[in-house]
C-alpha cells in the first residue's frame, strides 16, 4: 500500500522558516514525480515545487522561487520543501504527491498519490 506521509508544519512569523517532510513508501519511487501543493481556505490547490525521483531535476512555482527548495534522499525515500523567507499568503495546507508525469502535477495538479496534507500558518 502506498502511503505518502507529511510533516514538518506548523506556526512561523513572516520571514521564518519551515521544512516539511514526505516520507515516501510501498512501492518504488525512482519513475516518478514527486511534487508539493498547497490549498488555502476558499482558493485552489496549487502546485508549489515538484522533483524527478531519478535525476533530481526541480520545477517551481514562480512565487516561491528562490523561497523554496525541494530536494529529495534516496536512502531514507524522502521529499523535503525547505521553505525560507515565508509570507502570510504561503499559508495553506501543503500536500505532498506523486505521480509519473511531470506535466499531472506541475499543469494539471493531479496525482496518483497524495498525503494528507500538514498546516502551514505564516503571521505577520
Known amino acids: 500500500q502506498v502511503q505518502l506521509v507529511e510533516s514538518g508544519g506548523g506556526l512561523v512569523q513572516a520571514g521564518g522558516s519551515l521544512r516539511l517532510s514526505c516520507a515516501a513508501s510501498?512501492?518504488?519511487?525512482?519513475?516518478?514525480?514527486m511534487g508539493w501543493f498547497r490549498q488555502a481556505p476558499g482558493k485552489e490547490r496549487e502546485f508549489v515545487a515538484a522533483i524527478r525521483w531519478s535525476g533530481g531535476n526541480t520545477y517551481y512555482q514562480a512565487s516561491v522561487k528562490g523561497r523554496f527548495t525541494i530536494s529529495r534522499d534516496n536512502a531514507k525515500n524522502t521529499v523535503y520543501l525547505q521553505m525560507n523567507s515565508l509570507k502570510p499568503e504561503d499559508t495553506a495546507v501543503y500536500y505532498c504527491?506523486?505521480?509519473?508525469?511531470?506535466?499531472?502535477?506541475?499543469?494539471?495538479?493531479?496525482?496518483?498519490?497524495w498525503g494528507q496534507g500538514t498546516q502551514v500558518t505564516v503571521s505577520s
Open positions: 510501498g512501492r518504488t519511487f525512482s519513475d516518478y514525480v
Open positions: 504527491a506523486a505521480d509519473t508525469h511531470l506535466h499531472s502535477i506541475v499543469v494539471r495538479t493531479s496525482a496518483d498519490y
